[in-house]
C-alpha cells in the first residue's frame, strides 16, 4: 500500500474508500462527501449495523458481505467483524488523524470544557 500526504495526487480514481478516524472527527460526513464528490454510493456503515433501539442487527455482517462485494462504495472503517473484509475490498484509505481536544469537542456539541491553556473558542475554530 502507498502512503500518500494531503498534496499528493491519486495514482487512479478510487471506486472504493474507506474513512477512518475517531468518534467526532467527522467520518461520516466525508464519507458522505466523498461518495457525492466520485459519484459513489455511501453506505452509512452505522445504519447496517444498529436496529431498533441501537442493538446490533444479527444480519450485519452479511449486509456488510453483500455491499463490500460491489464494484463501487465509500463507507466508515468501523466494528471490528468486518475491519478485515472492508480493509481487503478498499482501494483508497483516508486517515482522520484531528487533535483530540477538537475532535472531543464537536463529539459533544461544544459542551466540553477545554484543558487549561486552550479556550474552547480556540478548540471549536480548530475543528472547522
Partial sequence: MTLLGPDDPLPRRPSRVLVVGTSGAGRTTLAARIGALLDLPHVEIDALFHGPGWEARPSFEDDARRFAAEPTWVTEWQYEPVRPL????????????LPGVPVGHRATGGNARAP?????????????
Fill in 86 to 97: 472492508l480493509t481487503e475490498r478498499a482501494d483508497l484509505l483516508v486517515w482522520l488523524d
Fill in 116 to 128: 487549561a491553556g486552550l479556550s474552547r473558542l480556540g478548540a471549536g475554530r480548530a475543528a472547522c
